[in-house]
């Protein structure tokens, strides 16, 4: 299988030569070669990177007027002509010395091999503890919102490996921000395996991404959330949600009115058919495609959602006043979160 390894870069000129160096001595005896997707870099990065070209299987795209990291990865993508597309930096904080072991994992039979930082035997050097908290937070807000990628420890990495099948025909966004989470939700794959690696110290230069990125990669869940159709469903849910309201009070209303029960027990029983008419409907509607447990077992699973919720809601209305925030608005933020739970587990748990 040829190797098509495609780096993206802007003013990586120092780190070329070691670069080209130990991915040549890593894929040692293969058919492969790099392909440098370079933004125009003011420090020549593409100028160099032609000139090693004699020495290494280098092509070299300088593209003018554009740039983008991913965007730079799907024009690598078109480019390449290997039967396995390798992504990586260019900055050595990804170790050259793994792409074989990517590289088999496909030949083994897997789609995507994707070098991760949090499997078992990867980690990340330097880093301090709130930037990983960060980082893993990150991901998990990512794996909770789209449930096709909930397995994946490491979706954000900027290493990973993949056979070229998996994305032809796929409508990659330039603009999607984590290329391989756009892989992921967009490609067509079976088999996704993790290959732990360290995540070394940027060689030299410095990083592009930072500032905003947190703010663009909660866009880009949010861009994937509605081509997923996960969007449509939150929206669905909070309808039916609204719906659960309205019978909850007017049953409340009738049952105090007519037979004239206890304003307590009415309420028992008034919440009880709200949460079977959010059932029903949440049922036939918003989880209609995803229902694979027997009946009886979402039903139970709904109400251990809307009692996790209510418990959620309650202690963060409980935390909320302790600091001295306004009750009115401390419930508002407590409903918040407790919709929140309730969606995720209904989605996850539910109908997962
Ligand atoms: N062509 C092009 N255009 N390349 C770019 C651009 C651009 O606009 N911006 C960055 N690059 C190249 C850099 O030259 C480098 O080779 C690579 O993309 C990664 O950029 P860094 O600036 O080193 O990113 P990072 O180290 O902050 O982030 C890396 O790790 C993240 C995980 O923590 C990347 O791999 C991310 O994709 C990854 O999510
Ligand atoms: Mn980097």
Do not use: C
Not at 141 to 150: D, H
Not at 332 to 343: D, H, K, N, T
């Amino acid at each position: 299988m040829k190797v098509s390894v495609i780096i993206p870069t802007y003013n990586e000129r120092d780190n070329l030569g070691e670069l080209f160096e130990r991915i040549d001595r890593a894929l040692n005896g293969r058919d492969y070669e790099i392909i440098v997707v370079d933004d125009d870099s003011p420090d020549g990065t593409w100028e160099l990177a032609l000139e090693l070209g004699e020495r290494y299987p280098v092509r070299v795209i300088r593209r003018v007027g554009e740039k983008g990291l991913s965007s730079a990865v799907i024009r690598g993508f078109k480019e390449a002509s290997g039967d396995v597309f390798v992504v990586m930096d260019a900055d050595l904080q990804h170790p050259p010395e793994k792409i074989p072991e990517l590289v088999g994992a496909i030949e083994g039979g897997a789609d995507v091999a994707i070098g991760s930082r949090y499997v078992h035997g990867g980690r990340v050097r330097n880093w301090y503890w709130y930037r990983k908290l960060i980082s893993k937070g990150a991901i998990l807000i990512g794996r909770l919102a789209l449930p096709k990628i909930r397995d994946v420890k490491d979706p954000v990495s900027g290493f990973f490996a993949l056979r070229r099948e998996v994305i032809a025909g796929a409508e990659l966004n330039p603009v999607g921000f984590k290329i391989l989470m756009e892989v992921l939700i967009k490609g067509h794959y079976l088999e996704v395996v993790e290959v732990p690696f360290t995540f070394g110290l940027r060689r030299a230069g410095e990083s592009k991404l930072s500032g905003r990125t947190m703010w663009n990669y909660l866009r880009h869940v949010l861009r994937l959330m509605k081509w997923e159709g996960e969007l449509d469903r939150l929206i669905k849910f909070s309808v039916v949600g609204a719906s659960g309201i309205l019978v909850n009070e007017g049953f409340l209303w009738a049952f105090v009115t007519f037979p004239g029960w206890d304003k307590i027990l009415a309420n028992v029983a008034a919440t009880e058919l709200a949460i079977l008419n959010n059932f029903a409907w949440n049922d036939i509607w918003t989880f209609r495609d995803v229902r694979g447990k027997p009946l009886p077992n979402r039903l139970l699973n709904f109400h251990l959602a809307a009692f996790t919720g209510a418990v959620v809601q309650w202690m963060v209305y409980a935390g909320l006043i302790l600091f001295g925030m306004n009750y009115l608005i401390a419930n508002l933020v407590g409903i918040g979160f407790s919709f929140i739970v309730r969606f995720l587990f209904n989605r996850h748990v539910t109908w997962g």
